[in-house]
C-alpha cells in the first residue's frame, strides 16, 4: 500500500508559476511509474505527464512545453507549471503504480492521491 500526498497548490496570477510535489510513503517497488492528473469541475480528469523509473518521461500533448514533470532520487514527484491561465486552474492528482508506464494507457493507477487545488486568477 502507498499513501499518496501532493502539495504546493493555491491561488496563483495568470501568467505566473508553479511547482506541486507528490510524495508516496510505502514499497519504492510500488512506484515504478507516477504521474500527474488534473480535473476540474464538470470536465473528465486528464492526463498531463508520467514519469518511469527508467527516467522516460510522456506529456499529453496540450502540456507540453508549459508543463514540466520531474523526480528526485527519493522519488519525490514535481510538477512545475509555468505561464499559468484560468483554464488550467483545476485540482491536480498524483498517481503511482507498480506497473511500468506502458502498460498504464488506460489511467488505471493503483494508488491516488486526494489532489491539490490550483486556482489561476485573470
Known amino acids: 500500500h502507498l499513501d499518496v500526498v501532493e502539495d504546493g497548490g493555491g491561488p496563483v496570477p495568470t501568467g505566473g508559476s508553479m511547482t506541486l510535489s507528490c510524495v508516496a510513503s510505502?514499497?519504492?517497488?510500488?512506484?515504478?511509474?507516477m504521474g500527474w492528473y488534473r480535473q476540474s469541475p464538470g470536465k473528465e480528469r486528464e492526463r498531463v505527464a508520467t514519469?518511469?523509473?527508467?527516467?522516460?518521461i510522456t506529456y499529453e500533448r496540450s502540456f507540453k512545453g508549459r508543463f514540466t514533470i520531474s523526480k528526485a532520487a527519493n522519488d519525490t514527484l514535481y510538477l512545475q507549471m509555468n505561464n499559468l491561465n484560468p483554464e488550467d486552474s483545476a485540482k491536480y492528482i498524483c498517481?503511482?503504480?507498480?506497473?511500468?508506464?506502458?502498460?498504464?494507457?488506460?489511467?488505471?493507477?493503483?494508488?491516488w492521491g486526494q489532489g491539490t487545488q490550483v486556482t489561476v486568477s485573470s
Open positions: 498517481a503511482v503504480d507498480p506497473a511500468l508506464c506502458h502498460y498504464l494507457w488506460n489511467d488505471r493507477f493503483a494508488f
Open positions: 514519469i518511469g523509473t527508467d527516467g522516460q
Open positions: 510505502g514499497g519504492s517497488h510500488l512506484r515504478n511509474c
